[in-house]
């Protein structure tokens, strides 16, 4: 099985760099473990705002690792809402990674896609979007996957998925974009609420519309 076709694109706010190669592995220092809560996923462990106020991390800190859908098209949207916040977005394209059949078009997405939660997390991002998931065609692969990012204390988001892993430890929560909704939450708050754990829903409508 081959991700043929996978590319990662960092978009800093407003300009493209194309990252060509693999991705640099960045060292951390601090004990990862401590990272991880009990029984909770990274990112969704508060059930209440804290007493005591807290800058948080600020935007210009952070960087979003989105890991594509096989339809690209709906990926920009997300792209450039997080682009016009400031918000420097690593991105893993899979809408080339192959395949004939139905079953092994989307074997080999899945694979692809699960090779860029790795490279996001050996990046050491900020909070990793994954793209329309279907956790169902590769079940043990996904749980490897999406493990990995919680062992080293990084947040997964859910972006509109198709079927979500089955342990909700794995994933913060899911993101439904709706821009027709004027009660949806611009998602590049979503996005920071999610990397600061502060209190949110596990299912939240976005709007990419500013």
């Known amino acids: 099985m081959t991700t043929k076709g996978m590319a990662m694109t960092t978009r800093r706010p407003r300009r493209w760099v194309r990252m060509v190669g ?3 592995c960045v060292a951390c220092s601090l004990s990862l473990a401590a990272c991880t ?19 948080g991390t600020v935007r210009d800190d952070v960087v979003i690792g989105l890991v594509g859908s096989k339809q690209a098209t ?41 090779q860029g939660v790795r490279d996001m ?8 979007v994954v793209a329309d998931i279907d956790a169902t065609a590769d079940k043990d692969g996904w749980d490897s996957a999406l493990r990995d990012a919680r062992e080293a ?7 509109s998925p198709v079927h979500a892993p089955a ?21 590049d708050d979503a996005v920071m609420a999610v990397v600061n754990d502060e209190p949110h829903a596990r299912e939240i409508m976005v709007s990419t519309v500013r």
């Open 167 to 187: 342990d909700a430890r794995l994933y913060a929560g899911t993101f439904t974009v709706n821009d027709r909704a004027a009660d949806a939450t611009p998602v």
């Open 121 to 128: 997390v050996s990046r050491v991002v900020s909070l990793v």
């Open 22 to 24: 693999a991705v640099a």
């Open 153 to 159: 204390g990084i947040p997964v988001v859910l972006l």
């Open 37 to 55: 809560p009990q029984g909770a996923a990274v990112g969704d462990t508060q059930d209440y705002a804290p007493r005591v106020a807290h800058t």
């Open 74 to 114: 709906a990926d920009g949207p997300v792209l450039d809402a997080l682009s016009d916040a400031d918000l420097e977005t690593a991105y893993v394209s899979v809408k080339d990674s192959g395949g004939s059949g139905s079953s092994e078009a989307a074997a080999v997405a899945a694979h692809a896609q699960q």
